[in-house]
């Protein structure tokens, strides 16, 4: 199988997961004592997904996914650093994952942060100061402030993750993997891929 079949087939499975959850039909796959016995020998996730911390945003549930099947790196407002990067260089090049989903939402406490500004105490300046890029981005735009940031952060960390060299830049370029972008509204709990 193709890598663009595989990613098509992978992506499909997000959407179609995330429909069972708008609906409330989830069907909770891969998540009895079978699978936790075969995710015991290895691990086949079908997609990584750089998400946030929040709690209200937990992929596993919002994709109607189980054990095993996403590989899931989650810091406050999704944001890639280098050992994020690694992560994801592993999950690609040793699990063979072929979709990177960078996964944004609604009403994130991070991007609202920076967006408020003010002094952030500890390493929470770390955090603020990886979303600024997106907040500059974002201002002078139409709509809402914080909206706009969490929709430019997410295409930053897009553009981050496909430009990492010297791995992740050269399998985006030879089509092997893809980097997406997707919004989790927290109101309906639909997922928009962007």
């Known amino acids: 199988m193709s890598a663009k079949s595989n990613i098509d087939k992978a992506l ?7 429909k069972r959850y708008v609906s409330a039909r989830q069907i909770h796959p891969n998540q009895g004592k079978e699978r936790r016995a075969e995710v015991s020998k290895g ?33 406050a407002g999704n944001i890639v650093d280098d050992v994020a990067l690694g992560s994801i260089e592993y ?13 944004g939402h609604g009403k994130c406490g991070a991007v609202s942060a920076t967006v408020q500004g003010g002094e952030a105490h500890g390493h929470i300046g770390s955090i603020v100061n990886a979303i600024l890029p997106a907040l500059e981005q974002a201002k002078g ?39 997406i972008g997707a919004y989790y509204n927290m109101d309906n709990g639909v997922v928009d891929f962007i």
């Open 12 to 18: 499909q499975k997000l959407i179609d997961g995330n």
């Open 43 to 75: 691990q086949n996730p079908f997609a990584v997904v750089v998400g946030c911390s929040d709690s209200r945003v937990p992929p596993e549930i919002i994709f109607d996914q189980g054990l095993g099947d996403l590989f899931t790196i989650r810091v």
């Open 91 to 103: 999950a690609v090049g040793h699990l063979g994952t072929k979709l990177i989903i960078v996964l």
């Open 141 to 179: 735009r139409s709509g809402d402030l914080i909206e706009n940031t969490i929709r430019a952060n997410v295409k930053l960390v897009v553009s981050q993750i496909q430009s990492s060299k010297p791995i992740l830049a050269s399998l985006v370029q030879e089509s092997k993997i893809q980097v």
